[in-house]
């Protein structure tokens, strides 16, 4: 089992920088990559950004060169540096954890944070 425990959400003006964590805790061992995902109302859940276990980062067009994925294997955290927030980035913003598992991908989440941005 894994466990995923964001943090870092909040309410920001347009322009304004926000940092998300995501700690895992179980399992870990068996983490191939972990992500960031959001949702925004009424719109479907989209991939942000993910990085691998070694180190590989891929990102969404609508947040290339604003946002960066990091993690930090020894605290077992990942990281989402949120700059020049703009209003459309407002969302419900969720950690995940893709587990390999009886040789399997299974997708692990967290609870989700609100990140809000005023224009």
């Known amino acids: 089992q894994v466990q995923l425990v964001e943090s870092g959400g909040g309410l920001v003006q347009a322009g304004g920088s926000l940092k998300l964590s995501c700690a895992a805790s179980g399992s870990t061992n068996s983490i191939e990559a972990m992500a960031w995902y959001r949702q925004a109302p009424g719109q479907q859940r989209e991939l942000v950004a993910i990085i691998t276990s070694g180190g590989m980062t891929n990102y969404a067009d609508s947040v290339k060169g604003r946002f960066t994925i990091s993690r930090d294997n020894a605290k077992n955290t990942v990281y989402l540096q949120m700059n020049s927030l703009k209003p459309e980035d407002t969302a419900v913003y969720y950690c995940?954890?893709?587990?390999?598992?009886?040789?399997?991908?299974?997708?692990?989440w967290g609870q989700g944070t609100q990140v809000t941005v005023s224009s």
């Open positions: 995940n954890a893709k587990r390999l598992y009886n040789q399997r991908i299974d997708d692990v």
